[in-house]
């Protein structure tokens, strides 16, 4: 069995007296238990437990099943060697000399004992030893259980001096489209560590969605924003979710007001007039954009950074150049839905390939902040990044990539002449 004790119930051990009661709640087919109370020397047991929403086996009743000890230090040392022996017990006299005070004998079932050693450092200094442990006791014996302590530091936090987690958390981004692509990019950036996540998307979470979508059919009905915002957020608490259930076109004017707290716009919505008004809202703002599709019916994946440079063109001077240099331009492509391919060309957008392009966009957007925050170990190979879904040799360049899981990575080309995003108004 594994017994888990969340932080508040370790603390309670570890500040108490001697001994206490224990309650648990336990789930028998899982071989799994979770302090939920803990008392003093006979005081009333006292909850521990989280909030209803946030409990271990909250299926669980908890129940006063099991006591707590205050211990040597050399038994949690023996604790250690019977774990590595698989099975062995010590004697109920070995494991009752080391309790000073309050021990219980147990009856026919025995019972469930956590023990704590407050002098490990002192006695063991070498030893990576911990400070609390779990047993079961029988009138055969005591045998040592799994035992797993909440740290005190859970969360991106635990990866500070490994990854830039205080840029991360001060980074504020918006997140346009809470779709297939774009439910899967909100969890990747949670994952970097992002500290806020504004998600805009009008549309409520339908039947055929949930072959692509990263939320549950419990959800069926609801708006993909609140959906995705509540389960980011139960996955991820560091990162702080708002979700805003609108158009970025028929309401540019409330989405361009949320910029002014926005430090990088990513855009994943469908249809080529939601891409556009992104950028273009982006660029005024004078923030980077990254757009991420899947073109050619889900063959293709596509990534695009926006910077707000003179040097840099928005997405529709950057598609005119395409046309003008030969290759092609499968915007229009674009506000065909997902799973209109004709059976010659079917439609492969699976989810799991379209969850590729949203990390590769979270990737993008990523890299974008870290960069411009100091991290030269961040920077991308370019600004326009295809990724090979399916093989596509016959398109035009630079869309003819030769192997599935191919990624290419394309410059960018500066603005066109009169563009109304481009140019200062």
Not at 112 to 124: R, Y
Not at 128 to 149: E, I, K, M, N, Y
Not at 166 to 175: A, E, N, V, W, Y
């Amino acid at each position: 069995m594994l017994i888990l004790i969340p932080r508040p119930a370790a603390a309670a051990i570890r500040d108490s007296g001697p001994w206490g009661r224990l309650a648990l709640r336990v789930s028998r087919p899982e071989d799994l238990a979770v302090v939920g109370g803990v008392s003093a020397p006979d005081g009333a047991i006292i909850s521990v437990d989280p909030a209803p929403g946030h409990r271990l086996l909250a299926s669980c009743d908890s129940i006063p099943t099991g006591w707590w000890y205050r211990t040597t230090a050399e038994l949690h040392a023996l604790w250690l060697v019977l774990r590595q022996r698989h099975g062995t017990s010590t004697t109920l006299d070995a494991f009752k000399s080391a309790v000073p005070s309050g021990y219980k004998t147990p009856g026919a079932s025995g019972y469930l004992a956590i023990t704590h050693a407050p002098g490990l450092k002192e006695a063991f200094p070498e030893a990576d030893l911990p400070d609390l442990a779990a047993w079961h006791v029988t009138r055969a014996g005591a045998q040592p259980l799994s035992v797993s302590v909440e740290p005190e530091t859970t969360g991106i936090f635990q990866l500070t001096g490994h990854w830039p987690v205080d840029d991360l958390q001060k980074t504020r981004i918006m997140l346009i489209g809470a779709g297939s692509i774009g439910s899967a990019t909100a969890h990747a950036l949670a994952g970097y560590g992002v500290g806020h996540l504004t998600l805009v998307d009008p549309d409520r979470l339908e039947w055929h969605n949930l072959v692509r979508h990263t939320s549950a059919r419990t959800h069926l009905g609801r708006p993909k924003v609140t959906a995705l915002a509540e389960e980011v957020t139960a996955l991820r608490s560091d990162t702080e979710v708002t979700p805003h259930a609108l158009d970025v076109i028929e309401h540019a004017d409330r989405i361009r007001a949320l910029l002014a707290d926005t430090d990088l716009v990513v855009c994943t919505a469908d249809g080529v007039a939601a891409r556009r008004v992104t950028g273009h809202l982006a660029r005024r703002a004078g923030l980077p954009a990254v757009l991420a599709c899947v073109l050619q019916d889900g063959a293709l994946g596509e990534i695009l950074r926006l910077r707000p440079w003179p040097q840099h063109g928005c997405l529709t001077c950057r598609r005119q150049s395409l046309t003008d240099a030969g290759g092609l331009d499968p915007e229009p492509s674009l506000d065909a839905g997902y799973g209109t391919g004709t059976r010659h060309r079917p439609m492969t957008a699976v989810g799991p390939d379209l969850h590729l392009v949203a990390h590769l966009a979270a990737k993008t957007a990523i890299a974008t902040v870290l960069e411009r925050a100091g991290h030269p170990d961040q920077r991308l190979p370019g600004e326009h990044a295809l990724l090979g879904l399916r093989r596509q040799p016959d398109w035009a360049p630079p869309f003819n990539l030769e192997r599935t899981a191919e990624l290419r990575w394309l410059p960018a080309t500066p603005p066109r002449p009169g563009c109304p995003t481009c140019e200062a108004p």
